[in-house]
Nanobody, 122 residues
Framework: QVQLEESGGDSVQAGGSLTLSCAASGSTIRSMAWFRQAPGKEREGVACIDSLDRPQYGDSMKGRFTISRDSAKNTLYLQMNSLKPEDTAMYYC??????????????????WGQGTQVTVSS
């Protein structure tokens, strides 16, 4: 059983930066992703990274967000720059321990963290 714990969420002003972390325990993770969900909206793919550390990003995140991981610490990161009010959401970490590829589709992942709140004010 994989346990995921996110941290790093905060309230920032537009244009600011945040780094989210997701610590995984219980298994070495091959495919991981960040999703977000704002009130009244569907869960949206933010970024994912596959077993070869190849990243993918949602269209509105490209150039602003960077996904990375420290395999030794089994920790996933999301560096977010140039934050906008529309980035406000609960951010979730998801993992597929056996996955080779990553997908920004929530149904692909069976392991989820509890989420960390990011609020961006204008």
């Amino acid at each position: 059983q994989v346990q995921l714990e996110e941290s790093g969420g905060d309230s920032v002003q537009a244009g600011g930066s945040l780094t989210l972390s997701c610590a995984a325990s219980g298994s070495t993770i091959r495919s991981m992703a960040w999703f977000r969900q704002a009130p009244g909206k569907e869960r949206e793919g933010v970024a994912c990274i596959d077993s070869l550390d190849r990243p993918q990003y949602g269209d509105s995140m490209k150039g602003r967000f960077t996904i990375s991981r420290d395999s030794a610490k089994n920790t996933l990161y999301l560096q977010m720059n140039s934050l906008k009010p529309e980035d406000t959401a609960m951010y979730y970490c998801a993992a597929d321990p056996e996955g080779i590829f990553c997908y920004m589709v929530p149904s692909y992942y069976s392991n989820w963290g509890q989420g960390t709140q990011v609020t961006v004010s204008s």
